[in-house]
């Protein structure tokens, strides 16, 4: 059996795409544009931004392709491409709707080098324009692979009015900033450090531009750093699953990770708001499966931050509640590492949002508490209070407790829980397969047996549930 050490990125790293996102390096190079139409003048005008020597072909030019006549790096030539024209080319674009010269444009380009853009139509095309955000030498752009242009440019436009115009002046500096750190002799580490900290600097600046003074003030923090080579280990709560849950120290932890550990219940989209560069070990428990069992988990979070990692243990729910953090708490501290915890949304609140309720409804539930349905073997709880969970004036949510439905009702009702107390099933809380069960929690089990696909599971009981509704 592979342990968690032999994992590797996996399938969970990026999700399909569509189209492969690249910037091309224009700079010098020559590009072909053919067609005299407005379409064919704005691409003439993309190519020139990007410093590319742009031969525009056609026997009747727009007045916006004249009018770009005079610009220096454009060659405007009245009359219809030719094969040898494409001699040199990084680029060929055509504006045409004819799919006999498509074709035709395309395999002569090809056949030169150059990388092919029919105005319009993606799937005869090598690469696509898509909507800009222009910082430049910070560049945002948007993509929907052809199929909503309209709907990329929207986006296009909320994203500029979220990106101030002074990051423009950030990343300008960023790139005479990185000559100037490197005779600094910093580490790895605290070269990364410096460009998170000059991140966070620019993102909070608002519309200020760099000051002369930050290079000084951020570099000098890290040439006086006594931070230790050791790296660190951040346990994070991912939620119940829905990625949108995630909290925004979340996302900054994951984006900082060397290694990220997570388990079954973590979705993979949240696993893309990591660092690219971060690797993924899928550490998940498998009930009857070959899964990592606790303590090499353990054992592997320390040993990878022995070795200066920065390493993320990404937990479904929140890492303090029924996660077996303590375990890793306690290891990490043994070991002199720093360990640190991110909260996350625990499900049993995401499960009262799903169902419109309140946990806390003061005029049916004087308190709230949590269990978990099984005991470290897998067998019905022992080592728990009966009469606290059959009480009348509690909302219980109870975790894990699928396998364990029958007896664990059944158990309460003897306890003398009132039969008829209101009661939720649900599964996969947060995702589109998410399902709920509602019904007095005598019925509770048939019910749920009935619906139920093995997915995640939390029952929840009490009068508070009463308000509850399935949507």
Not at 59 to 82: H, K, M, N, S, Y
Not at 161 to 178: D, E, G, I, K, V
Not at 190 to 206: D, I, K, S, T
Not at 285 to 312: D, F, H, W, Y
């Amino acid at each position: 059996m592979s342990t968690p050490s032999d994992a590797s990125p996996g399938p969970n790293a990026i999700e399909s795409l569509a189209t492969l996102p690249v910037f091309l390096a224009l700079r010098g190079r020559v590009a072909v544009v053919a067609g005299g139409g407005a379409a064919a003048a704005w691409k003439a005008q993309l190519l020139l931004a990007a410093g590319a020597t742009t031969l525009a072909f056609c026997e009747r030019p727009c007045a916006e392709l004249i009018a770009l006549a005079g610009r220096e790096g454009l060659q405007l030539v009245e009359r219809d491409w030719t094969p040898a024209d494409f001699e040199g080319a990084a680029v060929a674009i055509l504006e045409s709707v004819d799919a006999a010269e498509a074709e035709s444009f395309k395999a002569a380009a090809r056949a030169a080098g150059a990388l092919v853009n029919v105005v319009d139509n993606p799937l005869i095309s090598d690469f696509s324009f898509g909507s800009i955000v222009n910082r430049s030498p910070l560049i945002v752009a948007i993509s929907t692979g052809g199929a909503a242009p309209v709907f990329g440019q929207a986006i296009r436009a909320r994203l500029e009015t979220l990106l101030p115009a002074a990051l423009r002046a950030w990343a300008a500096a960023a790139q005479t900033w990185r000559a100037r750190l490197a005779p600094l002799g910093l580490s790895f580490a605290q070269r990364r450090r410096f460009w998170e900290h000059f991140a966070q600097l620019a993102l909070a600046a608002g519309g200020r531009a760099p000051q002369p003074d930050d290079f000084d003030r951020l570099a000098s923090a890290e040439r006086s750093s006594t931070a230790p080579a050791a790296g660190e280990i951040t346990l994070i709560g991912a939620g119940p699953g829905d990625p949108e849950l995630l909290t925004l120290k979340a996302i900054a932890a994951l984006q900082r990770a060397d290694v990220i550990l997570y388990d079954k219940l973590v979705s993979p989209r949240a696993l893309e708001l990591a660092r690219r560069e971060a690797r993924r070990v899928d550490v998940g428990k498998r009930a009857g499966l070959p899964s990592a069992n606790q303590a090499e988990i353990t054992n592997m979070l320390v040993s990878l931050a022995r070795a200066g990692n920065n390493v993320v243990r990404l937990k479904g729910g929140d890492p303090g509640v029924f996660s077996r953090a303590n375990e890793e708490i306690a290891a990490a501290r043994a070991a002199g590492v720093e360990i640190t915890l991110i909260p996350g949304i625990t499900t049993a609140l995401a499960a009262a949002a799903q169902l419109g309720m309140s946990l806390s409804d003061r005029d049916r539930a004087m308190r709230i508490q949590f269990a978990t349905a099984h005991d470290r073997d897998g067998e019905l709880a022992s080592r728990i209070s009966w009469a606290a969970l059959a009480s009348n004036d509690a909302t219980t949510v109870v975790y894990m407790g699928a396998k364990k439905l029958d007896s664990f009702v059944n158990q309460l009702l003897e306890e003398g829980l009132d039969p008829a107390t209101p009661a939720a099933f649900l599964e996969n809380v947060s995702l589109p397969t998410s399902l709920s069960v509602l019904a007095p929690i005598a019925e509770l089990p048939a019910r749920a047996a009935e619906v139920r696909t093995d997915g995640p599971a939390l029952l929840i009981y009490g009068q508070a549930v009463a308000a509850g509704r399935i949507s």
